[in-house]
């Protein structure tokens, strides 16, 4: 397990670099560093691993080899879960002779970025099978404040997941088309005020 392998997970403002050893077809164990780390972190770790595992230890956007989120962005604990979430559910993830995710383990050493491998756990237990944490404090939250926070905090990353999954490439309409659209969508405004709007809040193109 000496030998690794570089990969990129692309992501809406550049991509989650990620190092990786063993078989890509072996059990998968995803490898979160801990905080102000990258993953190098398991560079001394995963040779002493069980072989025939496919660990893949990645950097948390801002880290190492990964691209930082654009100026004036905070760095929340969350934003982290996030990157676990769209690692985990990127292509070198998926059962071929399924078309599913498969169920991975995730290592976490002492404070892996504010505790992200045990909320992404605890909030995506289906895709876990086993969570290991090295030397890490325990999930900070009280009892009758947990499903209000799974559910809450679930829905923001699925729904922004979603969102960005929709994205295409901004439709070009003809100026009365774009007008007749900002009415439909905000049924309080006149047709003088959104053709006022419009002169800021619409680019024009060749083709519209």
Known sequence: LGMFSELKFPVPWGHVAAKAWGPSEGHPVLCLHGWL????????LIPLLPRGCYYVAMDFSGHGLSSHRPAGCPYHFLDYVTDVRRVAAGGYWKDPSRGCLWRGCCIGPALSN?????????????????????????????????????????????????????????KARSPEAALQRLLEANSHLTAEGGAILLQRGATETPAG
């Open 37 to 44: 780390d990258n993953a190098n972190t398991f560079d001394k």
């Open 114 to 170: 504010k505790q992200a491998a045990l909320s992404f756990c605890f909030l995506y237990p289906e895709m876990v099978d086993k969570l290991i944490l090295l030397e890490s404090l325990g999930f900070l939250l009280a009892p009758e404040d947990t499903e209000a926070w799974l559910k809450s905090k679930r829905r923001v990353i699925d729904r922004l997941l979603s969102l960005e999954a929709k994205q295409q490439t901004p």
